[in-house]
Nanobody, 123 residues
Framework: QLQLEESGGGLVQPGGSLRLSCTCS??????VGWFRQAPGKEREGVAAITSRDDSLVYADSVKGRFTISRDNAKDTVYLQMNSLTPEDSGVYFCAAGWGLGYGVIRRDWFDYWGQGTQVIVPS
């Protein structure tokens, strides 16, 4: 059973940047995804990365602004978020699974979830 822990959320002004981290012992062996959920909305996948860092997937809404990366020596996956807008606000979750599928990032690719970290970009 993995216990994923997210960190790095907070309040940031529009146009600003944040870097989220997801850490867990053994995370290096898993594909990892980042999801976000705004109040009253479905949880949506924003970025995902394979365990060997050989495939990256992004939601159209964040392409060119967000970057997912990993440091397997530290069992950590990062989400660098730039040019943030109020529409990026929400609780961000990381999730781990055995691989990635094709197309839109899906929740059912992942078996383990963190508790989330909040990102607030005021309008």
């Amino acid at each position: 059973q993995l216990q994923l822990e997210e960190s790095g959320g907070g309040l940031v002004q529009p146009g600003g940047s944040l870097r989220l981290s997801c850490t867990c012992s053994g995370l290096q062996y898993y594909a990892v995804g980042w999801f976000r959920q705004a109040p009253g909305k479905e949880r949506e996948g924003v970025a995902a990365i394979t365990s060997r860092d050989d495939s990256l997937v992004y939601a159209d809404s964040v392409k060119g602004r967000f970057t997912i990366s990993r440091d397997n020596a530290k069992d950590t996956v990062y989400l660098q978020m730039n040019s943030l807008t109020p529409e990026d606000s929400g609780v961000y979750f990381c999730a781990a699974g055995w691989g990635l599928g094709y197309g839109v990032i899906r929740r059912d690719w992942f078996d383990y979830w963190g508790q989330g970290t909040q990102v607030i970009v005021p309008s």
